[in-house]
């Protein structure tokens, strides 16, 4: 399968993004999906998963009440809505997908993904 994010740039402090992710190949279903995001000079940090059927999500402490993931596997398309956006989450954006059989304690691993797309870049100014 193969990922591409869309929707970075950049935004005022307290501004909402949505970013999408689109999929090609094998078809989302497939799929259990991740976001996660890097920041300069950090490590890639896990933000939000969602299960197969949509129905699990989790969320990273520091972007719950503001983040919300959420897919559309008819359009192959998942999506991170992020609202009430800080100066620290500013960071590259990217999107993973895993065929793992259990996606419960591992979804926040970067290694439980197998697939990577291109990253997108979100920048918000204070």
């Known amino acids: 399968v193969q990922l591409q994010a869309f929707g970075g740039g950049l935004v005022q402090a307290g501004d909402s993004l949505l970013l999408s992710c689109t999929t090609s190949?094998?078809?989302?279903?497939?799929?259990?999906m991740g976001w996660f995001r890097q920041a300069p000079g950090k490590g890639r940090e896990f933000v939000a998963g969602?299960?197969?059927?949509?129905?699990?999500?989790y969320l990273a402490d520091d972007v719950k009440g503001r983040f919300t993931i959420s897919r559309r596997n008819v359009k192959n398309t998942v999506y991170l809505q992020m609202n009430t956006l800080k100066p620290e989450d500013t960071a590259v954006y990217y999107c993973?997908?895993?065929?793992?059989?259990?996606?419960?304690?591992?979804?926040?691993?970067?290694?439980?993904?197998?697939?990577w797309g291109k990253g997108t870049q979100v920048t918000v100014s204070s």
């Open positions: 993973a997908a895993t065929s793992t059989a259990s996606y419960s304690g591992n979804n926040y691993d970067a290694r439980t993904y197998g697939h």
């Open positions: 190949g094998r078809a989302l279903s497939n799929y259990h």
């Open positions: 969602i299960r197969r059927n949509g129905e699990v999500t």
